[in-house]
Nanobody
Framework: QVQLVESGGGLVQAGGSLRLSCLASVSIFSFNAMGWYRQAPGKQRELVAAVTSGDATTYADSVKDRFTISRDSAKNTVYLHLNNLKPEDTAVYYC???????????????WGQGTQVTVSS
């Protein structure tokens, strides 16, 4: 049973920083990619950043140059470093991991429970 547990959310003033952590119950090498999504009230969940097993990264345009995704395989943890936060970054942030089902083109997605990030102006 794969579990992803996020931590590190909170209330911060605009311009501040946070670090989110996502601890996996299995080796992060079990996944093809891991990433962070966010969902603000009344909006769809959107991809914020992701890192593949080959260390390729991708970011939403709205967070480029402000957020950084990284991973520590020894700790089975993926991080999201949030800098220069803006009120529009307020959302619940979810950790995601996915892995291809062997012998198929299907994938299994795993989600954490989410952590709230609130940025005050």
């Amino acid at each position: 049973q794969v579990q992803l547990v996020e931590s590190g959310g909170g209330l911060v003033q605009a311009g501040g920083s946070l670090r989110l952590s996502c601890l996996a119950s299995v080796s992060i090498f079990s996944f093809n990619a891991m990433g962070w999504y966010r969902q603000a009230p009344g909006k769809q969940r959107e991809l914020v950043a992701a890192v593949t097993s080959g260390d390729a990264t991708t970011y939403a345009d709205s967070v480029k140059d402000r957020f950084t995704i990284s991973r520590d395989s020894a700790k089975n943890t993926v991080y999201l470093h949030l800098n220069n936060l803006k009120p529009e970054d307020t959302a619940v942030y979810y950790c995601n991991a996915w892995a291809l089902v062997p012998g198929t083109i299907r994938r299994n997605d795993y989600w954490g429970q989410g952590t709230q990030v609130t940025v005050s102006s």
